[in-house]
């Protein structure tokens, strides 16, 4: 058995090209999108309520964590913070033992046909709200509300 020869490299560099380039600046562009309301808000939760709503902001605002000493103080609050996510959890674990099986069916066995698969994926694309009021109306009917 021979060694590999050293002069080459396992790794490959690869060449920089404009269509790189403008590919990773949609993709930087989209993820600054993404996140620069996301650490807006962030920053809000951190600064005073004068500062947070100045007109233009003050980037160098003293960091003041009084509001989340408030809220997570609160007894209420904490009550219910952990009801949702009881709830959460209890919806995510019934979820899973419905959906992994189903999903193993219709993927191996085909169950149900070209209908289901359709149905499954049109549950997809509706924005959830429009399936908020069927809904409400299947669980007034059988006397769940």
Do not use: C
Not at 19 to 45: F, K, N, Y
């Amino acid at each position: 058995m021979t060694a590999a020869d050293p002069s080459r490299s396992s790794k490959r560099r690869r060449r920089i090209s404009p269509t790189r380039i403008a590919a990773h600046m949609v993709l930087i562009t989209g993820s600054l999108t993404i996140l620069l309301p996301l650490l807006w808000i962030a920053r809000t939760s951190v600064v005073s309520r004068r500062d947070a709503y100045q007109i233009p902001p003050n980037w160098g605002a003293a960091i003041n964590f009084d509001s989340w000493v408030y809220i997570l103080g609160d007894r209420s609050f904490m009550r219910f913070f952990m009801n949702s996510l009881g709830i959460g959890l209890f919806s995510t674990v019934i979820a899973l033992f419905v959906g992994v099986p189903a999903a193993y069916s219709i993927a191996r066995w085909r169950t149900g046909g070209q209908a289901v698969r359709v149905s499954v994926l049109a549950t997809q694309i509706l924005p959830p709200i429009t399936l908020v009021l069927p809904i409400f109306i299947l669980a007034r009917e059988l006397d769940l509300l």
